[in-house]
């Protein structure tokens, strides 16, 4: 994935995945959910608003005081009600126990007031007849015999319902949009449905049958509840095929013990997702492979997958607490490789630098010393990371301790011993070998004896970048910075900053940068003596110092994220970088 990849990270809960309720899906399709519930709001108030401007910017021939009375209270209602389900949905003010019950409420409260539109429709026919023995010169009392009879012999009549109603549509459409159990979804739905023929019989009920029409009342009814129901039926089976498919996607989320919650960043090699163990709550991050990165098929899939498997080990090999902690790793069903990690809470050193500019040089002492750590840890062990860059070391509110330091992604890892070609090949086939600006000049030429003192010129281009805000050389392309690397002096990061550096912590950096490796520090744990010998401009960079420092620009992450969250989440503030 790229390093310019930024993630943001949220706290949230672990559903039980027993059951199938809205509380039972994952994290995400639930949040997806609550946004269609909020747009849906959104949408039957709008189409109410729009519905009453056209109402009152069309005459109505048959319109009565008392009609036009019960039609703005009606549409005033629905306005509200579409808009409570807005805030509420828009907020996740609803607690997710209540979400399929306010769906269902909805559903048939918003029926009720579509329905509501045929609230005097006996009379709507009557009059019109009226209207029309006038025209054409026919009493009132002759109606019947002269107009409606002679229609009857003759099978026709003026009282038709040509297609389907709105609340139809209303049917059709919202358990497609907000899908649930199927029982739940017969309930609401035929609830719904049964507004239809309850309406229009209330209505007659309690406005009477006019005599003119009430041959045509019972025809016209079935116009109207027959397609409803046919519809309600469709309604109800597709919205089960919906909701087992969303609830299959949310079991799927599964890796090994762990539950999917969100995905929290992608890149080119695939996918990173916020997740939590079912039994221990314990909060992870999962990297799981792109299945079409993997290649086409035969060699080039396998290539990919041992090198994704290779990561997992590496890591799960480490032992310094600056490297990122491997908790598990596997296969899924589909035969996408994952791991687990622990899920970080900071920034990493490139997007520190783009936010908030180049750092005292204390601090950068106080990073890089902690990266020699990992490192020392990886070379011990035989490893060798070949990616070190800011995006790949990160900051964190770890335990109670500020700017704690975390290498991460030993993607391109390769054991200090591997000569074979298999080996070596495991980083080629279109995937990365190195990012450009922090290679060192070894690797630029291709070299087969790579060791450990390419990280050492990587962590020297990060020191540079900490101190500067600047690469150490920059170019149009490329390839135009790999030759830089590899043949040019680097400017003294102090002629490129405004910062004090420190003479000795220059000359430190400027050794890790040097083209031969044996001019470079020979080794980490060396290359950490040497920064701990440098002497600071001003004080050091003490715990107190990185408290307030975090205190003051990213107070989001220092509060405990074992509670309570007391407001949002800045999402610019928790931070993770993928590649």
Known sequence: MSDQSTIALAIGRNPSMTGSGFSNLSPEIQGQMYRRFAGLGLLYSGAW??????????????????????????????????????????????????????????????????????????????????????????GSDQILAQLVEPLNRAGLRLLYADGISWVTVWILVFPLVIPMPWRRTAVATLATAATAPGIMTASLIVNGTPETVRSWILPYMMEVTV??????????????????????????????????????????????????????????AIKLIRAEALGQEGASAQDALRRFEREAQATAMLSSPHSIALYDFGTTDEGAFYYVMELLRGVDLKSLIERFGPVPPERAVHILRQACHSLDDAHRTGLIHRDIKPGNIFVCHYGNEFDFVKVLDFGLVKRASDTDVGASQLTTAGLAC?????????????????????????????????????????????????????????????????????????????????????????????LARRLAACEPSGPGWTDERSSEWWQRHLPTLTADPRLPAAGGTDETEMVATVR
């Open 434 to 526: 190195g990012t450009p600006g922090f290679m060192a000049p070894e690797m630029a030429y291709g070299s087969e004896s790579i060791d450990a003192r390419a990280d050492l010129y990587g962590l020297g281009c990060v020191g540079y970048w900490l101190l500067t805000g600047q690469l150490v050389f920059d170019g149009g392309s490329p390839m135009e910075i790999l030759v830089k690397h590899a043949k040019d002096a680097p400017i003294p990061p102090s002629v490129r900053s405004e910062l004090d550096i420190p003479a000795d912590l220059e000359r430190v950096i400027l050794d890790c940068l040097e083209k031969e490796p044996a001019k470079r520090p020979s080794s980490a744990r060396e």
């Open 227 to 284: 397609p409803t129901l046919i519809c309600a039926g469709i309604a109800i089976y597709g919205s089960r095929v919906v909701y087992r498919l969303t609830r299959d996607l949310s079991h799927a989320r599964q890796m090994g013990s762990y539950l999917l919650e969100e995905r929290i960043g992608e890149g080119g090699m695939g996918e990173v997702w916020r997740a939590k163990h079912r039994l221990l709550v314990r909060p992870a």
């Open 49 to 138: 608003v729009a519905n009453y401007i056209y109402y009152r910017a069309t005459p109505r021939p048959f319109g009565d005081p008392g009609r036009e009375i019960f039609w703005h209270i009606t549409t005033a209602l629905s306005v509200l009600l579409g808009l409570a389900v807005y805030f509420l949905c828009r907020k996740r003010q609803l607690p997710a126990r209540y979400f399929s019950d306010l769906a269902v409420v909805f559903e048939i409260v918003g029926g009720l007031g579509i329905m509501a539109g045929y609230v005097g429709w006996e009379h709507h026919g009557a009059l019109f007849l009226q209207k029309l023995s006038e025209v054409l010169g026919i």
